[in-house]
């Protein structure tokens, strides 16, 4: 199959996160749909990380095999075996810095911006922090464990950072989002990581001809991302202000989200029209597991403050199921 071609199936295999963002844009959620929504996205990822984690195994398991059959050497089992592990730990690792990193950046920034210190954040969104102005309100986030407990980001409209911004410009104007905002960025770029394996897939079998099997891949992927767009903005449901009023994101928001996390399957499409290689495809897949394992900790955080375990279930199930389902119609492709 031709490059053109190729490159037509891994956007059309990308663009259908598109599908589930909307979901961000719900004007005011009852409480009992945020649990069951917040809840579906565990589900959701939970299964991505399985998922993950089963094909990225897949060459240390053949690996193996070899060994015990007497066909190949310990090798190839360690480095795969190394990039397994250094995938998951940086995947996990990475997004521990950036809170760390989102944190530090804030508390130097007072309530109204600037620099000095910042003032303390009290549990209450609708009580202005200690030692803070009446109206005003701390731009300082939550810790990590906490991202989903309240909304600390001005009630301004979020934009982009300028382009050409430094890497300082652009930490202190991610420290102004709401912890939603910043969990639904790192759910989007974990995800990123794991459509750009896939799309090395989709890239992979068009390379060598198969064009059924690429074609098949591309509508299981494509219904596949549909619940992964779910999945990034289910955080974005619950976003208020200080006041409790909801946050709507803008589009152009949503659509950052859907390029970052939809992109990568473009993009690996292209790159796997000309190569192969494994240990590229593991070193991915676990750097996507580890992400996405990270944000499922951070989701299950903002689960258990709902008291709903009942709710808890049910968005479970409804995540997981979808999540089998759409990888049933891949798995019945031959992939």
């Known amino acids: 199959m031709g490059i053109g071609r190729t490159l037509l199936l891994g956007f059309v295999a990308g663009v259908t996160i598109l599908l589930g963002l909307p979901v961000g844009r719900l004007r005011r959620p009852a409480p009992t749909l945020r649990?069951?929504?917040n809840a579906t996205a565990v589900g959701v990822l939970l299964f991505l990380v399985w998922d993950v984690l089963s094909h990225?195994?897949?060459p240390m398991d053949s690996a193996l095999g070899a060994v015990h059959d007497g066909t190949g050497g310990i090798g190839p089992v360690l480095g795969l075996g190394g990039l397994f592990v250094a995938g998951l730990a940086v995947g996990?690792?990475?997004l521990v810095v950036y809170e760390r990193w989102m944190a530090?950046?804030?508390a130097v920034r007072p309530a109204g911006g600037g620099t000095g210190p910042a003032a303390d954040v009290s549990g209450d969104p609708?009580?202005?922090p200690v030692g803070a102005p009446t109206g005003r309100v701390s731009s300082a986030p939550a810790p990590a464990a906490g991202l989903g407990t309240a909304t600390l980001a001005p009630s301004r409209t979020t934009t982009a950072a300028p382009l050409g911004a430094t890497p300082v410009a652009v930490g202190e104007h991610l420290s102004s989002w709401s912890p939603a905002r910043r969990l639904a960025l790192l759910i989007a770029i974990g995800i990123g990581l794991h459509n750009f394996a896939e799309g090395l897939a989709i890239g992979q079998s068009a390379g060598r001809g198969e064009v059924g099997l690429a074609t098949l891949l591309v509508i299981g992927f494509a219904l596949h991302n549909g619940t992964e767009g779910f999945g990034i903005t289910?955080?974005?449901a619950g976003d208020v202000d200080a006041d409790g009023n909801r946050r709507r994101p803008s589009w152009a928001f949503l659509?950052?989200?859907g390029l970052i996390g939809g992109g990568p399957t473009f993009v690996g499409t292209a790159l796997g029209h000309g190569f192969t290689s494994e240990p590229v495809s593991v070193l991915f897949l676990t750097l996507a597991a580890g992400s996405i394992l990270y944000v499922v900790t951070q989701l299950l955080g903002v689960a258990a403050k709902a008291k709903r375990a009942d709710l808890l279930a049910i968005g479970l199930l409804i995540g997981l199921v979808a999540g089998f389902a759409t990888d049933a119609i891949v798995t019945?492709?031959?992939a």
């Open 35 to 37: 649990a069951v929504l």
């Open 56 to 58: 990225a195994w897949e």
């Open 92 to 94: 996990l690792g990475s």
């Open 104 to 106: 530090r950046n804030a």
């Open 126 to 128: 609708g009580r202005p």
């Open 234 to 236: 289910a955080p974005l």
């Open 255 to 257: 659509l950052t989200l």
């Open 332 to 334: 019945a492709a031959g």
